[in-house]
């Protein structure tokens, strides 16, 4: 089975900065996306950033110019530099992977979760 590590969060000040880790390890083939969450309190999940397979990226509207999603293929691990954080940043963030597996079939994937809190 496949499992998502993630790593990196934390409490910083407002203006810090962070670099969430997610590490994808098992029987995986090849993965198609990679990509992060949050999910604040008492509010819904929402895209944060991700990146294909291919190189492209998508950027939620509030965290464009902040943020930037990289991935590196050999460790199948997708890293968020979060930089200029805001309280409004603060959630708990997840990791998602879109897998292909050996077998040809597809799953997606959901890391643990870790919080980042945004505070003075």
């Known amino acids: 089975q496949v499992q998502l590590v993630e790593s990196g969060g934390g409490l910083v000040q407002p203006g810090g900065a962070l670099r969430l880790s997610c590490a994808a390890s098992g029987s995986i083939a090849s993965i198609y996306q990679m990509g992060w969450y949050r999910q604040a309190p008492e509010k819904q999940r929402e895209l944060v950033a991700t990146?294909?397979?291919?190189?492209?990226?998508i950027y939620a509207d509030s965290v464009k110019g902040r943020f930037t999603i990289a991935r590196d293929n050999a460790k199948n691990t997708v890293y968020l530099q979060m930089n200029s954080l805001k309280p409004e940043d603060t959630a708990v963030y997840y990791c998602?992977?879109?897998?292909?597996?050996?077998?040809?079939?597809?799953?997606?994937?959901w890391g643990q979760g870790t919080q980042v809190t945004v505070s003075s």
């Open positions: 998602n992977t879109g897998i292909i597996h050996r077998d040809a079939t597809v799953d997606t994937y």
């Open positions: 990146i294909q397979n291919g190189g492209s990226t």
